[in-house]
């Protein structure tokens, strides 16, 4: 069974994971906002590049 060392900091491989997949939803649900009419495309592109920035 191997097994990978983990250092003081780093998150597990599943945390970040659960993060990238929170991130992308975060995304499409803006991306469905934009398209009702609720954002502007540029209001929709700056929060799209903030989340983006988290990963």
Do not use: C, N, W
Not at 19 to 42: F, N, S
């Amino acid at each position: 069974m191997a097994h990978e060392e983990q250092f003081p900091g780093q998150a597990p491989e599943s945390t970040d994971q659960a993060h990238v997949q929170e991130i992308e939803d975060q995304v499409r649900d803006l991306a469905k906002i934009r398209d009702e009419g609720l954002l502007t495309y540029e209001e929709f592109a700056a929060k799209k590049a903030a989340l983006l920035a988290e990963l």
